[in-house]
């Protein structure tokens, strides 16, 4: 992974040191609310319904064990002693004193983390597939350009103060596991006709209030115009968008308006001005970044070894568990293992700091020293020998890490929302446990199969409601808490907006429409097909005439 130089180092550092006097400046009353907000938010830092919440950065995903027992020594020493998981690959914490944030932000500069640009007006975290790097099928890594476009956009004066905030995704494999569709910038690596490596530029997607896929805008651009062209892009935004509605101030607000067509003209016609300029990329600059994502010193290994097949036959709980937490490697020998973060009765998402400390004892034996943080919100280990899984499940089972429910119903995608957010609308975490419990039973768990399901507490969307299979979204009736079911919705290469399929629920009623959905997906299923194509080849209003059903 990325390694600090000197200069990294002092920008940190200086950015601590600036903050630690804004906040004092702040509590002796010399700096107004409204002076202090956006100097918090280009620092991470929210004001929630109980408490400040702090949103510390993990460039695309990436943690070594090091910082993640800071991150374990942060979450006793200043919170709850836990923290949170994010879908832009970034952990929050909920519960810190405002006084004590300045010590948190130089305590994460010890160990190279920061949490510059995790809010406000600016590009965010530049976020890609959680097995970068290690996928079967990866065309080429995209963490090194990952990090170029990090480096790139922090701090960027021209682009720290956008219409809106700003998310890019990168995927470098043939399947899209970085949700680049739903972004405002996505980036497909793609190979053309000659078989040069380039980009395909997608502008315009986006959840919130205003859900949209996003389109492409050039098919195929060449590595080393990357810099030149997503400068062109947030100079037409930055240009053209608009301030005066935040609810229309997003990139793709601005698409839909322009047209794609006469958008990607205006980036074409600005990029007449910086193609080939200072900001091209070299073959040395791309080496000098690729090369702090080498391959780790891998053993020469059969794959599937008798051993491993012996603990799967003898082993069911274990054979269940590596059919659905592990994921293919590309080095033979070796496989990646999930460690689940949805335990029934556990907030998705939530770790505690003891689990912390543990996932980075697991990763120092196991997985070079290093994890990953996925959108889905689960721990990756990325590079584990198959003849040390049954280890990795024994450990990962006594620590609540191996709960075998990858890519199922109750692997859901949650935000934090009412017990927490000032913004959402309803609380999230009781409906996703109530869910969870309802389908609590592994055996049909495993009939239902594969099986997005995403909740949001407000329009914001941070759980990416709708582009789960099956999302639901916290609305607010006459101060009540109500929820709106989604049907249809996808990430990936087939990237969808769900559909809502008749009024909301309440909360105790959640669950029970959960179970109709479920029914009529078994009835109606042909032989091998997964829950989404089900729903797509006969519609929601069967699921609709079910659901709305007298409620039993």
């Keep these: ?74 979450a006793r020493t200043y919170d709850k002693d836990y923290g949170h998981f994010t879908t832009r690959q970034n952990m929050q914490f909920n519960w810190p004193a405002l006084e004590t944030v300045p010590d948190i932000l130089a305590e994460l500069a010890e160990v190279e983390m920061h949490a510059i640009q995790t809010s406000g007006n600016c590009v965010r975290n530049t976020t890609t597939d959680a097995f970068a790097g290690v996928a079967a099928d990866e065309l080429i890594d995209p963490r090194p350009y990952c990090e170029i476009i990090r480096q790139w956009s922090t701090l960027h004066p021209e682009f720290a103060y956008l219409p809106r905030k700003f998310k890019i995704a990168v995927s470098g494999s043939l399947e899209d596991r970085a949700a680049t569709w739903v972004h405002d910038i996505g980036l497909h690596v793609v190979r053309s006709e000659t078989g040069e490596i380039g980009f395909r530029v997608i502008v315009g997607g986006g959840l919130g209030r205003t859900p949209m896929v996003g389109k492409v805008v050039r098919e195929f651009l060449p590595t080393r115009h990357l810099l030149t062209y997503l400068d062109a892009v947030l100079r037409v935004y930055n240009r053209f968008g608009r301030r005066d509605n935040k609810y229309k101030a997003r990139i793709k607000i601005l698409v839909q ?9 205006k980036v074409e016609d600005e990029w007449l001005h910086l193609q080939d300029g200072p900001a091209t ?65 556990v907030p998705p998402g939530d770790i505690t700091a003891a689990q912390m400390d543990v996932a ?14 996925a959108h889905e919100q689960n721990l990756i280990l990325a590079d584990v020998k198959e003849s040390d899984l049954y280890q990795v499940w024994l450990q990962a089972k006594a620590h609540g890490f191996a709960t075998p429910n990858i890519g199922l119903l109750t692997d859901i995608v949650c935000c934090p929302g009412g017990d927490f957010c000032a913004l959402a609308n309803a609380r999230s975490i009781p409906v996703a446990e109530a869910i969870q419990r ?99 080849r006969i519609g929601l209003v069967p699921f609709k005439e079910r659901v709305y059903a007298k409620l039993d």
Excluded at 297 to 326: C, G, H, I, K, V
Excluded at 505 to 529: S, W
Aim: glycine share 8%; net charge negative; hydrophobic share 40%.
């Design 281 to 345: 990329l070299s073959d040395a600059d791309v080496a000098y970044y690729a090369a702090f994502f080498t391959d780790p010193s891998y053993e020469t290994l059969a794959a599937n070894p008798a051993e491993l097949q012996a603990q799967q036959a003898s082993e069911p709980a274990f054979a269940r568990w590596l059919a659905r937490n592990t994921h293919a490697h590309k080095q033979p020998g070796y496989r990646s293992v999930v460690l689940s973060l949805k335990k029934t009765g």
């Design 360 to 373: 980075a004892d697991l990763a120092d034996r196991y997985s070079f020293g290093e994890l990953r943080v």
């Design 257 to 265: 308006a322009m047209t794609v067509e006469a958008f990607a003209a």
């Design 438 to 536: 309802r389908f609590d039973d592994l055996d049909y768990l495993f009939d239902l199969g594969d099986i997005d399901c995403n909740f949001s507490g407000c329009m914001n969307a941070c759980g990416h409601h709708h582009i789960g299979n099956i999302g639901i979204l916290g609305v607010d009736k006459n101060g009540e808490e109500w929820y709106q079911i989604t049907l249809g919705g996808s990430q990936g290469n087939d990237s969808a907006i769900g559909k809502v399929i008749g009024p909301s629920f309440a909360q105790a009623d959640v669950p029970l429409a959960f179970e109709k959905i479920m029914q009529l997906y078994l009835e109606q299923r042909l032989a091998g097909e997964r829950f989404i194509e089900t729903v797509r």
């Design 1 to 74: 992974m990325y390694k600090y130089d000197e200069v990294d180092h002092r920008l940190v550092r200086e950015r601590v040191a600036q903050f630690r006097d804004q906040t004092r400046r702040f509590l002796a009353g010399e700096l107004s609310e409204d002076e202090f907000r956006p100097l918090r938010l280009m620092n991470g830092l929210y004001v929630q319904r109980h408490a400040p919440m702090l949103r510390v950065a993990i460039p695309y995903g990436h943690l070594n064990s090091t910082q993640l027992r800071k991150l374990a020594h942060i």
